[in-house]
């Protein structure tokens, strides 16, 4: 038996309701994206509905320490199609087991979140590691971005407090939304960019003055930090993966 | 204007290299005043030298002219380089705006000694005092303390600085006395100590009153020069267990010597810099500060250094075979975190899924263990039946036979943690 659902977490959540209501037995769940219906195997479309969602998420709460509920929602955001699955599972073997089973790390769905949650987390710490703001002409931070995960909802916070008295913008360009704080509060926005127009780094004319000259001093320090005598290129890939090379300042030539 | 600050910034920036702190972890202060920065309490690594160290803060002395002469050092009196200072605003202004581009966690700031020791440091004062007052800078500020700067100096710094530091430099006195004459451990214990006291004082006035303001609230910390005087292993070990147990260091940081003069007394210019004795260094710390090790099992007189070819956790092992095998469904968590192969991580899951049920090795393998290292030293639900005792030599050639390939194509100095 396969459930299909709509790539939501309210779906998702929903999918474990419905599971409880049939006791249908073996399910694997898939998103409706990537599902390719087969001749012999049964499957059941998952409707979200957030009364049934939000009852899951309450019986998790009650279920789960507060770390794993981060780490549930972390798997989530991973949008990798096996998390779904192994999300669909956990939660059914939690609701099945005494309070405190999500520490069990023997068991495959607890080991499956915790992983999933680990490269979520380490991809949320990246970037909040690597995001280069440009201060543009109207005195706007931006960052472009294409995380491998969907962490915006994760940095947010973290921008927000830190970066508390400039307007900002984050741009994930490859789920086309972004993050703008206006000083005040983080909305979500979209942008329209023109054809053809650079979106991880922005051209000289759209920036402020000053722009360029911090660029340079900044690619200037990351040499002169730099001990020859102890050169390590295979430690230096491992901290900083290529894929991540275009975001950094430092690393652009020029 | 331009290049004249480029300039200056070259010249300060290395300069400051040779402190390998970059730390900007400890910090707790909140951007409550809407101003610019917090600190996060693990620390953020912005970007990572092609060395592969990690760059968190902007690392710059105010300025390289120095009165003193100490033969290790790059700033030293009688070292032939280009000399720079920075105005306060300059600095203050490239902080600010490397900070807004989130280029780094906060400012390490650092400098050679000009004039003399309270001149100094009314300098550097002036510009956390600005930062922190003015900009309402709120990110992370790494200061050196100046080793003869006056107390009510130091001690007003220590309102805004988030970590304080000042290096032994050498292991021994008698290793500072050969390089630095003017110098004595006692300059920099004076200091530490009066710090660690107002730390304490600090944090038992807060006890009582509410609104006691942060002092050095991410702690102080140290370091020694590696392998430029003859010290061994122990000796440098020693030196900083005393020092992490006397004035609550937060760390000790090893520096491998490179060469940078001529002199007589230190190793030769192009002499490599001794990157995997560090390594093994920045390891047993580990197993001080983490995993409960005691300096004396690890080095002590019948081991006065560490070995080469194998960490030091496994050389423990391996010297102390009688307290294997450890059972990883009884034993508990103090011994489990000594079985090579076993991290702390991987220990802590361990203590919570055994409740659960024995543990095999495939979900040993799962939660993260090293099986292949770990298995010489354990017993779980499924391991095979020994028909012999190994020896622990014959356990390290096993070991060693098996991640040779590893162990060769590893970069001398890269940092593995177990
Ligand atoms: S006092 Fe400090 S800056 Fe001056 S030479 Fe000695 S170590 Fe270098």
Redesign the interface.
Known sequence: MTYIFDGSLTGLLTSVFEWFERKPGKVTLKSAEIFQPEAFAESLEIIADQGKADRVWAGLQKKLQKDWLRKFYCSYLSELPDAYHHLFQFSCYIFQQQKG?E??????HV?ALSKYAKSVEREK?RM????????TADNI?Y?GIDPDFNVLPLISN?FK??????QWIIYDLKRKYGLHYNLDTVEEVSINFEKGSAQQNLTPALTDE?EQ??????K???K?????????????L???PKRYWKY???KQLS | MFERIREKLNILADAAKYDVSCSSSGGTRKNDNKGLGNSHTSGICHTYTEDGRCVSLLKILLTNHCIYDCAFCVSRKSNDVKRAAFTVDEVVELTMNFYRRNYIEGLFLSSGIFKNADFTMERLLLIVKKLRLEQRYNGYIHLKTIPGASDELIKEAGLYADRMSINLEMPTEAGLKLLAPEKSHADVIKPLAFVQQNIVQFGEDKKLIKHVPKFVPAGQSTQMVVGATPESDKDIMYTANTFYKNFALKRVYYSGYIPISNDSRMPILGTQPPLLRENRLYQTDWLMRFYGFNVQEILNDENPNLDVDIDPKLSWAIRNMQHFPVDINKADYQMILRVPGIGVMSAKKIVQARKFGRLRIDQLKKIGVAYNRAKHFISCADSPYQLKDYQGTEIKAFILADSQSKYLKTAQNQLLLF
């Open positions: 089973a520490n069990n790390y023997g068991n495959e080991i710490h909040e590691a690597f995001i280069r703001f440009q201060q931070f960052a973290h407090n830190r970066y508390a008295d400039q000053k000259l911090y660029a340079l001093l900044w200037d320090y990351f002169s930090a730099n001990i020859v005598a102890r050169k390590n290129t295979k430690l230096h491992q901290h900083v950094l300042t430092e």
